[in-house]
């Protein structure tokens, strides 16, 4: 980890998170969340005003110091009660069937190995669990996909190892979900290679 990373990214991050675009499909996606749940990629914790009453507990994991630091201050003004680690998504240090919920938000184009982490969500989610997920990634547009090959190996240096071209739809299904509902589009601001989004409640097969 270096100084970008560890400080600058971090606020940037926090920045892009907050967009109005970005927080109405927050609005629609994180109050679905019931039980006790696992946030993958916890982030600035930008979710954690938005849980409903039907959640008991939220563990977020979060490798950026810098990110964590911001989520525990989110969390100060939240009811809802919150354990912060300081893991990978490839590794949860949670026991099996633990989870009723598991939510990634805007997660999973960052992930390293992201079928290895499908196998640890697999494992500590609950047989009748469910995963929400929204998500940016792979535009069904031919012309915007090339852009998206093209940027992504600067975009990966610069946004944290982020992805702008994983199907994530795709991903998640060959992770070993079975997907209930699903909703794709662009946000209404920002460049299309950046902002295709997938939005959707997924169940284990």
């Keep these: 980890m270096g100084f970008y990373s560890d400080y600058i990214l971090p606020g940037l991050l926090d920045k892009a998170m907050r967009q109005p675009d970005v927080l109405k499909l927050r609005r629609k996606l994180v109050p679905q969340a019931r039980g006790n749940v696992l946030e993958i990629g916890i982030g600035s914790g930008v979710n954690l005003p938005l849980y409903s009453r039907d959640v008991t507990a939220v563990h977020g994991i979060e490798p950026s110091k810098g990110l964590r630091h911001k989520a525990e201050e989110e969390a100060r003004g939240c009811d809802v009660p919150l354990n912060l680690v300081d893991a990978i998504a490839e590794d949860l240090p949670f026991d099996n069937q633990s989870f009723d919920t598991v939510i990634s938000t805007w997660t999973m184009c960052t992930i390293p190995g992201l079928?290895?982490?499908?196998?640890?969500?697999?494992r500590v989610i609950k047989p009748d669990g469910q995963l929400l997920f929204v998500e940016h990634g792979k535009s069904p547009d031919t012309g915007v996909h090339r852009w998206q090959n093209r940027i992504n190996p600067v975009w990966k240096c610069v946004g944290g190892g982020c992805h702008l071209n994983r199907a994530i739809d795709e991903r998640v299904e060959a992770g070993g979900f079975a997907i209930d509902?699903?909703?794709?589009?662009?946000?209404a601001r920002g460049p299309r290679w950046a902002t295709w989004m997938y939005m959707g409640k997924a169940r284990l097969r």
């Design 115 to 122: 079928e290895q982490a499908f196998e640890e969500i697999r």
């Design 181 to 187: 509902g699903l909703e794709t589009g662009y946000l």
